[in-house]
């Protein structure tokens, strides 16, 4: 089955670029989803479709997808973006969703 | 405003079936390209997908519990359930239900989510 790959904890200083990164097999033919998910709550869909974002996404939320990697950039980083972040595809030879195994960012 | 809430017990034991209900608002499961879909978190883990209705009725299921795994939708009441078969604890999660994102197989409203514990 696909299998998405990301690194388990990302540390960016305020006011910083935060990148996470997504790695897949030939991810860049996939469209690729992300979700913030704070302590004690839901997920929220931050960026879809590779990099779109929903009503109500700051900016400074963008993504991009190529070859083997997908990132979510996080611009400014603020206090408030410390999160799990978790990258998530439809695996089409499948026929089901697939998400990464999530992770921390850390605002120092 | 698309609001979804998940319902259940929060604890099963093992062997048992777990039936869980999400309960929405907002859409219609019954208009072309709506789909709702069902996650777990296993406490301190990550996002597991479970399962996917549409609104033609076709299913999804996650391949290494399809065998445990029935989602059916009622339109009239606005409803999904999800039967899991033979729990066991390491099914000990937060279950969330989330409206599918038409057109795109991601999901841009989710549940508050419910924890089911599996103990005897």
């Known amino acids: 089955s696909y299998v998405l790959t990301q690194p388990p904890s990302v540390s960016v200083a305020p006011g910083k670029t935060a990148r996470i990164t997504c790695g897949g097999n030939?991810?860049?033919?996939?469209?690729v989803h992300w979700y913030q998910q704070k302590p004690g709550q839901a997920p929220v869909l931050v960026i879809y479709?590779?990099?779109d974002r929903p009503s109500g996404i700051p900016e400074r939320f963008s993504g991009s997808n190529s070859g083997n990697t997908a990132t979510l950039t996080i611009s400014r980083v603020e206090a408030g973006d410390e999160a799990d972040y978790y990258c998530?595809?439809?695996?089409?030879?499948?026929?089901?969703?697939?998400f990464g195994g999530g992770t921390k960012l850390t605002v120092l | 405003q698309i609001t979804l809430k998940e319902s259940g017990p929060t604890l099963v034991k093992p062997t048992q079936t777990l039936t869980l209900t999400c309960t929405f608002s907002?859409?219609?499961?019954?208009?072309?390209?709506?789909?709702v879909g069902w996650i777990r978190q296993p406490p301190g883990k990550a996002l597991e997908w479970l399962a996917l209705?549409?609104?033609?009725?076709?299913?999804r299921y996650s391949p290494s519990l399809k065998s445990r795994l029935t989602i059916t939708k009622d339109t009239s009441k606005n409803q999904v359930v999800l039967t899991m078969t033979n729990m066991d604890p390491v099914d000990t999660a937060t279950y969330y239900c989330?409206?599918?994102?038409?057109?795109?197989?991601?999901?841009?409203?989710w549940g508050q989510g419910t924890l089911v514990t599996v103990s005897s």
């Open positions: 989330s409206h599918r994102v038409s057109g795109w197989n991601c999901f841009d409203y």
């Open positions: 907002g859409f219609s499961l019954s208009t072309s390209g709506v789909g």
């Open positions: 209705i549409y609104w033609n009725d076709d299913k």
């Open positions: 030939n991810i860049g033919s996939k469209s």
């Open positions: 479709y590779d990099s």
């Open positions: 998530q595809v439809w695996d089409s030879t499948s026929d089901h969703v697939v």
